[in-house]
C-alpha cells in the first residue's frame, strides 16, 4: 500500500475551506441551546409538575437515540411535514430548496438542548443550599441570588462538562454529510471518491478533529482556570493559571 | 422592637417549634441555650423566614407580619432588617472577601460601588482583616472566614444580627477570634439574637438568655438567673452536660 502525500496535503487544505461550516455547526447550536437548557433545568428542578414529564420525556427520547437515527429520521420526517404545514397555512415556501444546513442546526440544536440541560442540572445542583440562603439574608431577592451567586458557580462547575459537550457535538457533526452539509467529513469523501484515496482522506480528517478538539479542550481548560481562580489556594494561583 | 408570637414550625409529622414568644429590645443580646434538635436553628431561620412556619406572628419595629402568610415583598423588608450569621459561614465562594461584604450594599441596597467599597474597608479592617480583601473564602482560614461573616452581616446595618452557632464548626484556637468580634459588636449596642453553647460569652455580654427545650422556651432571664440560678431540672441538666464537656476539652 503506498499513501499518496500529495493528495493529503492537498486533501487537508480542501476540508479546510470546510472548517467554518464545521465550527458553526457546533457553536450555533450550542449558543442556541443554552438558554433553553438552562430554563429547562431550572423546570426540572423546581419539579414544576406537567412541565417536569414533558421535558424529562424529552431528554430521555434524545439522550437515548443515537445521533445518526435522529439525523436519518428528522431529515427524511421534516421536509414533508414543514411543507404540508406551510401548504395547509397557504405559505409561498418551497421546503426541499432550502439550505439542508437549517436542519442540521435544528437537529444539532434539538440534542444540544437534551444534553446541556442536564449538564446545567446537575451543576445548579451542585452549589450548595447554602449560597442562596446567604444571599437572601443580605436582601438580595431570588433572582438576584440567582444570577449573582448561584448561576456563576454552577456555569465554572460545568465547564469541563460543557466542553465534553462541545467536542462531542463537534465530533457528531461530522454527521451533517449525510444532509449533504459541506462541512469537513464530507469535503474529504468528495475529495476521495475521484481517485479512491478514502483513506488517505479519513486519515487527514482525522488529525484535523484531533487538532480541532484539542484547541477546544485547551480553551475550556483556560476559562476553567480564569474563573475557577476561586477554587485554588492563593500561594498556588499563579501555577494554576499557567499550568 | 422585635416582638414574636406564639411560633409553630413542623416538618412533616414532628412538631418542631411548639409555640414559642420571644421579645426583643434594641440593644439586646439574646443568648438562645439548648440540646441538639431543640428548635434553635429553626427558630433563626424561622425569622429569617428562611423556612415558613406554620403559625404565629411578629411585630418588627412598627410593622406586623405573620409567619405563614407574609408576602414575597415583606419577606423581602424583613431580611433588609435583619442579618444572619450562619454556622458554616456560608461565604459566596465566587467572591472575595471585600465583594462578600459589597455584594448586599450594590446589589441588595444600591449604594454606589465606591461608597461600598470605602465601607466593606472599614468593617474589615474592624474585624482585623485589613491585609485579606481579596482572598477568596477558600484561601481563608474558619475563624478567618467566619469574621468575614459577621463583616458582611454588619455592613447592611440591620437592626437585629442573628447569629446560628458562629463558632461551633471552629477549631477551639479560632474561637477566641471571632467571639471578641462579637463581643465589641454588643458593646457598641448592636442588637443580637445568638445561639451557641459559649456559656462564657453569654455570661459576659447576654442581656437576656433563653433556654430551648423540644420546640418549647422552658426558662428564661437574665445570665445570673439562667445560667448560675437555673429553676428548671432540665436546665440544671443541660448546663452540667455541657460544662462538664468544656472540661474535658480542656
Ligand atoms: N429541613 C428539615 N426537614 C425535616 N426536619 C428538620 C429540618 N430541619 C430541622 N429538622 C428537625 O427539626 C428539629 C430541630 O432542628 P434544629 O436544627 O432547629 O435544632 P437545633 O436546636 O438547632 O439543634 P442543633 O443544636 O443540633 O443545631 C430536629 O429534630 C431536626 O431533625
Ligand atoms: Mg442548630
Known amino acids: 500500500m503506498n499513501f499518496n502525500l500529495d493528495f493529503m496535503v492537498a486533501t487537508f487544505w480542501v476540508s479546510l475551506t470546510g472548517l467554518g461550516v464545521t465550527l458553526k455547526l457546533t457553536f450555533i447550536p450550542l449558543l442556541l441551546a443554552t438558554p433553553i437548557a438552562f430554563a429547562f433545568a431550572i423546570i426540572r428542578l423546581k419539579k414544576n409538575q406537567g412541565f417536569y414529564q414533558i421535558i424529562t420525556f424529552y431528554i430521555s427520547l434524545l439522550r437515548g437515540t443515537p445521533i445518526v437515527l435522529q439525523i436519518l429520521l428528522f431529515y427524511s420526517l421534516l421536509p414533508s411535514v414543514l411543507n404540508a404545514l406551510f401548504e395547509s397555512l397557504q405559505i409561498e415556501l418551497d421546503i426541499f430548496s432550502l439550505n439542508p444546513i ?102 487527514t480528517i482525522f488529525v484535523i478533529y484531533v487538532l480541532l478538539a484539542t484547541v477546544i479542550q485547551l480553551l475550556f481548560g483556560f476559562l476553567e482556570k480564569r474563573f475557577g481562580r476561586y477554587k485554588y489556594p492563593r500561594n498556588r494561583e499563579k501555577e494554576n493559571l499557567y499550568a | 422592637m422585635l416582638e414574636i408570637k406564639n411560633i409553630h414550625k413542623r416538618f412533616g409529622n414532628t412538631e418542631v417549634l411548639k409555640g414559642v414568644d420571644l421579645n426583643v429590645e434594641k440593644g439586646d443580646v439574646v443568648v438562645i441555650l439548648g440540646p441538639s434538635g431543640s428548635g434553635k436553628t429553626t427558630l433563626l431561620r424561622s425569622i429569617n423566614f428562611l423556612e415558613r412556619a406554620d403559625q404565629g406572628s411578629m411585630v418588627f419595629g412598627d410593622k406586623k407580619y405573620s409567619f405563614q402568610k407574609a408576602s414575597k415583598k415583606e419577606i423581602l423588608e424583613v431580611r433588609k432588617k435583619t442579618a444572619f450569621v450562619f454556622q458554616n459561614y456560608n461565604l459566596f465562594q465566587n467572591k472575595t472577601a471585600l465583594e462578600n461584604v459589597t455584594e448586599g450594599l450594590v446589589i441588595g441596597r444600591n449604594i454606589p460601588k465606591k461608597k461600598a467599597y470605602e465601607k466593606a474597608v472599614e ?89 430551648m427545650d423540644e420546640g418549647r422556651i422552658i426558662e428564661c432571664g437574665t445570665a445570673d438567673q439562667v445560667i448560675k440560678h437555673p429553676k428548671e431540672e432540665r436546665t440544671k441538666q443541660f448546663l452540667r452536660r455541657i460544662t462538664n464537656d468544656m472540661e474535658y476539652a480542656i
Open chain 2, 123 to 211: 468593617i474589615l479592617t474592624k474585624v482585623g482583616l485589613s491585609d485579606r480583601y481579596d482572598f477568596y473564602p477558600s484561601q481563608l482560614s474558619g475563624g478567618q472566614q467566619q469574621r468575614v461573616g459577621i463583616a458582611r452581616a454588619i455592613a447592611v446595618e440591620p437592626e437585629v444580627i442573628l447569629f446560628d452557632e458562629p463558632t461551633s464548626a471552629l477549631d477551639p484556637e479560632l474561637i477566641g477570634e471571632v467571639l471578641q468580634v462579637m463581643k465589641q459588636l454588643a458593646k457598641e449596642g448592636t442588637t443580637m439574637i445568638v445561639v451557641t453553647h459559649e456559656i462564657t460569652f453569654a455570661q459576659e455580654v447576654a442581656s437576656k438568655v433563653i433556654f
Open chain 1, 102 to 203: 437549517i436542519y442540521a442546526y435544528i437537529i444539532f440544536t434539538l440534542n444540544s438542548v437534551a444534553t446541556l440541560s442536564e449538564v446545567f442540572r446537575s451543576a445548579l445542583l451542585a452549589v450548595q443550599n447554602g449560597q442562596l440562603e446567604a444571599a437572601k439574608t443580605i436582601g438580595l431577592t431570588s433572582f438576584q441570588a440567582y444570577v449573582r451567586i448561584v448561576i456563576p458557580q454552577a456555569l465554572v462547575s460545568a465547564l469541563p462538562n460543557i466542553s465534553n459537550t462541545t467536542v462531542n457535538l463537534l465530533k457528531g457533526t461530522s454527521l451533517a454529510f449525510l444532509m449533504t452539509v459541506k462541512e469537513i467529513t464530507a469535503l474529504a469523501k468528495l475529495e476521495a471518491a475521484y481517485g479512491y484515496n478514502y483513506i488517505e482522506a479519513y486519515i
